[in-house]
């Protein structure tokens, strides 16, 4: 069974930069044609694309959050993590990873870790 478990800081203060991992058993990510997502959804909001690192280790980003957002992958641990810069309270969110398993499905998903930006 494919489980992944979302490790942040939970509260963070503005201007910061965010770190949140995911940590992934059951599946490598390196498999071929998996790509490995971040989610958010702040507070009465719905689901937000982030970005994803693929199998190969290419990254993909939303136009909203190309300029803040970085995802990278240490394959050693089997773990992708999302940084987010210039933090703002808009950044409040509950930040998930997930799977996606091939055709644009998000097969597999983390309980997701609440991060709170505020001073």
């Known amino acids: 069974q494919v489980q992944l478990q979302e490790s942040g800081p939970g509260l963070v203060k503005p201007s910061q930069t965010l770190s949140v991992t995911c940590t992934v058993s059951?599946?490598?990510?390196?498999?071929?044609?998996?790509?490995w997502t971040w989610i958010r959804q702040p507070p009465g909001k719905g689901l937000e694309y982030m970005g994803a690192?693929?199998?190969?280790?290419?990254?993909f980003y939303s136009p909203s959050h190309k300029s803040r957002a970085s995802i990278s992958r240490d394959t050693s641990k089997n773990q992708f993590t999302l940084q987010l810069s210039s933090l703002t309270p808009e950044d409040t969110a509950v930040y998930y990873c997930?799977?996606?398993?091939?055709?644009?499905?998000?097969?597999?998903w983390g309980q997701g870790t609440q991060v709170t930006v505020s001073s």
């Open positions: 059951g599946d490598s990510i390196t498999t071929e044609y998996h790509a």
């Open positions: 690192i693929a199998y190969s280790g290419s990254t």
């Open positions: 997930a799977r996606e398993g091939g055709m644009g499905q998000y097969d597999f």
